[in-house]
């Protein structure tokens, strides 16, 4: 399947400080159709098209628009641009590459449902980013795109950048809510959801960058035609950050149903001609894949079916000479670093899962341990707040299941070869 | 208004607004909690009272979750088992729960074994902090629940002297740059130590007498009372033992206090005796 360039039409040919060079390669266009046609037909586009949220949670982008629309009172649009799941850089290029993408998706939200607030919650260490976004903000509002009568609607819409402050949960959406307020950054109970009660207590549209980058597309294509690429129900592009072990290692836009080997192949195969030994999808929330799911379509569908996640669009890959443990042992050591601490599952649960995995990658696995693992992996994934939690126990869970090539005699992970053959079942 | 649940295959009524926790206590079933207090907001953190609801993917905390008409609740599976005893033993892995009780419970009603974990298990590692005259602080106690910091902020006193900071495993209640209390906001009402369910907030005078082995709840008395010092009229259960009073409280369901004093009526009582213990 052939790299396309939808999303990153844009990106690397367009000056990204220039607001007549976006406009001459179609932006704005979709802001236009938008206004002349009005938020009924946007929310029924947006429905039509099946986009599906990129920040990791696939959920409806066109349900969430209309669920706010529909919210009483004052609104708010807050475009999640943390980005800080390991390995993943998509956001940061298309903030980068193609800011008045995200600037105008943001004003056709607010304008779709009823918001004059719009935030861009931007990770903190995307300086350039930042930069970016401020001016592409400036240039809309000089030319009227945005402030009190924004694109001649007679309605106010504005954009504030909020830069975070270095924590990965702070992208979770309510703790995202809880850094912006001035409060610790910890996730809320759930519900009331962002759409009921988010950001100052507003009933708020919380959106990723790659989501809300579709929109423009999705209005100026139409629905059916954004559905050209993709599955039935993964519909469109996607972003994939490829890292690791490949030859050109890069951010690759392909239709939705691409498999596994054809995006490694796009990126020139695994390097040196060495053999794969894992893909790390979805980032470190995600799970691995072994060599024997490069037919794996990636979709939201099949790789909930076969036990991973799309997550953020991270494929991390490893080849033969790689000490899976030791990266296991680095994504358990990210997890136990920034947990919030609120919930027991995962405070604690992150913490006993690394001194394990600590253990499986240093050869000094005891015969419990993958039991262990598997009873910590429940009850994070099962009884932890948020999506931290929830996802923490994945991918050592996975690498359970993987044959690590590296020969025991130079491997580390002696003892984690030993577990790995134990198969963790039910307890209690 | 009163609407239908069922839990366990059991059609229940409840009434709108109530927990799914508050909903199986009215019907004599029950779920471990440690969080949960009556009088204060539900922060849902400790995860040992998580339930089975139909149609969520997650488990779901009972002690906050509020009753929706028809909603189908599981209390009995191995899931809901499962994660309530890892919770119980991760968390009595990581704190000295010698004097919490309730905590202790929990993990034998589940056949919790925490020292699974294995001896070299990190555990919360604080020092005591005993630096006032009225009470001590013992987070290698602490389970987080919350509760001292809701106390003393919005649930009761409004002193804001306690929060969260740190994150993950390393986080701890704070006084703000570990002031010591005579140094913070406190006003030592003691509220937090009341709501304290693991013993890591303790007065003094229980402190000391547990040191030196005299604590010993079997010969204690609780003799009920109105504090002497204002026109409130503040309910007090004196606990007496050997004729002396050891320890003062309010019962949480009382209409003035909801088990709430100020630094006068929870330890303000030494005057009692004519030769105090001394610190
Ligand atoms: C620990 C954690 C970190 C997250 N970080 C991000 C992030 O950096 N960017 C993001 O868009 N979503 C992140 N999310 C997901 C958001 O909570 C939310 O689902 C998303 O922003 C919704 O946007 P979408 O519907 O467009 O996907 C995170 C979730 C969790 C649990
Ligand atoms: S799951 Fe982890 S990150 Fe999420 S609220 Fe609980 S402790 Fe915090
Ligand atoms: S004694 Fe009262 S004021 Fe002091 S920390 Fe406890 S609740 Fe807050
Ligand atoms: S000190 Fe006590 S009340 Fe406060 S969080 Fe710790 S265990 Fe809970
Ligand atoms: S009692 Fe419900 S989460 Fe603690």
Excluded at chain 1, 238 to 247: A, D, I, Q
Excluded at chain 1, 261 to 288: D, H, N, P, Y
Aim: with cysteine.
């Amino acid at each position: 399947m052939p790299e396309i360039r939808r999303l990153l039409a844009r990106a690397g040919v367009a000056d990204p400080e220039s607001l007549e060079a976006y406009r001459s390669l179609r932006g704005y266009e979709a802001l236009t159709r938008a206004t002349e046609r009005g938020p009924a037909w946007v929310l029924s586009e947006l429905e039509a098209s099946g986009l599906l949220g990129r920040g990791g949670a696939a959920f409806p982008a066109g349900r969430k628009w209309r669920a706010v629309a529909e919210a009483g009172g004052r609104r708010r649009v807050v475009c999640n641009a943390d980005e800080s799941e390991p390995g993943t850089f998509k956001d940061r290029v298309l903030m980068e590459e193609d800011p008045f993408a995200v600037v105008e998706a943001m004003t056709i939200a607010g304008l779709t449902v009823g918001a004059e607030d719009g935030l861009i919650y931007v990770r903190g260490e995307y300086r350039l980013a930042a930069t970016r976004l401020r001016q592409a903000i400036d240039q809309a509002e000089r030319a009227g795109l945005l402030g009190a009568d924004a694109a001649g609607t007679g309605r106010a819409f504005r954009i504030r950048v909020f830069r975070g402050a270095g924590a990965y949960i702070c992208g979770e959406e309510t703790a995202l809510f809880n850094s912006v307020e001035g409060r610790r950054g910890e996730p809320r109970n759930k519900p009331p959801f962002p759409t009921q009660a988010g950001l100052f207590g507003d009933p708020t549209l919380v959106n990723n960058v790659e989501t809300l980058c579709n929109v423009p597309v999705v209005l100026r294509e139409g629905a059916s035609g954004f559905r050209r690429y993709g599955t039935e129900r993964s519909t469109g592009t996607k972003l994939w950050c490829v890292s690791g072990h490949v030859e050109r290692p890069g951010l690759y836009e392909v239709p939705f149903g691409t498999t596994l080997g054809e995006l490694l192949e796009l990126a020139g195969g695994v390097w040196r001609g060495r053999r794969l030994q894992a893909v790390l999808c979805g980032g470190a929330a995600g799970t691995f894949l072994g060599p024997d799911r490069l037919d794996l379509p990636l979709t939201f569908e099949d790789l909930r079916t076969a036990g991973g996640t799309v997550g953020s669009g991270a494929v991390i890959v490893l080849d033969e000479t790689a000490s899976l443990w030791d990266v296991v042992l680095r994504v358990a050591r990210f997890f136990q670093e920034e947990s919030c601490g609120q919930c027991v599952p995962c405070r604690v649960g992150t913490q006993r899962q690394l001194e394990i995995v600590g253990r499986l990658a240093s050869g000094r696995a005891r015969p419990e341990d993958p039991q262990l693992l598997a009873d910590i992996g429940a009850a994070m994934t099962d009884a932890s707040i948020c999506g931290l939690g929830q996802t923490a126990a994945g991918a050592v869970l996975s690498a359970l299941t993987l044959q690590p090539l590296v020969p025991p005699s130079n491997s580390r992970g002696k003892g984690a070869q030993r577990a790995a053959r134990g198969r963790p079942g039910e307890s209690v | 208004m009163s609407i239908g649940i069922e839990v366990d295959g059991r059609a229940l009524e409840a009434d709108e607004g109530m927990t799914i926790l508050q909903a199986l206590r009215r019907a004599g079933m029950d779920a471990p909690t440690l969080c949960y207090h009556p009088n204060l907001t539900p922060v849902n953190v400790c995860r040992a009272c998580v339930v089975e609801v139909e149609g969520s993917r997650a488990l779901v905390p009972s002690c906050s979750r509020r009753v929706e008409p028809g909603m189908r609740i599981r209390t009995d599976t191995g899931r809901v088992r499962r994660a309530r005893k890892v919770v119980l033993e991760l968390l009595a892995s990581s704190v000295d729960t010698s004097t919490a009780p309730e905590l202790a419970a929990h993990v034998a009603a589940y056949q919790g074994d925490p020292a699974r974990f294995g001896s070299d298990a990190v555990r919360v590692d604080e020092p005591l902090r005993d630096d006032n005259d009225l009470y001590v602080r013992d987070y290698a106690k602490c389970i987080l629940c919350y509760k001292c910091v809701e106390a003393c902020g919005e649930d009761a006193q409004y002193t804001f002297a306690l929060a969260v900071a740190g994150r993950g495993f390393a986080a701890r209640i704070e006084t703000g740059a570990d002031a010591p209390l005579l140094e913070s906001r406190c006003v030592f009402c003691g509220n937090c130590v009341a709501v304290c369910p693991t013993g890591a907030l303790m007065p003094l005078i229980e402190h000391r007498m547990r040191q030196a082995g005299e604590w010993d709840p079997s010969r204690q008395h609780v003799a009920e009372t109105i504090c002497p010092y204002c026109g409130v009229g503040c309910a007090l259960e004196l606990h007496v033992q050997d004729n002396r009073i050891v320890k003062v409280t309010s019962p949480a369901d009382h209409d003035v206090t909801r088990g709430h004093l100020c630094v006068k009526g929870r330890f303000g009582f030494t005057y009692v005796h004519p030769d105090p213990p001394s610190r």
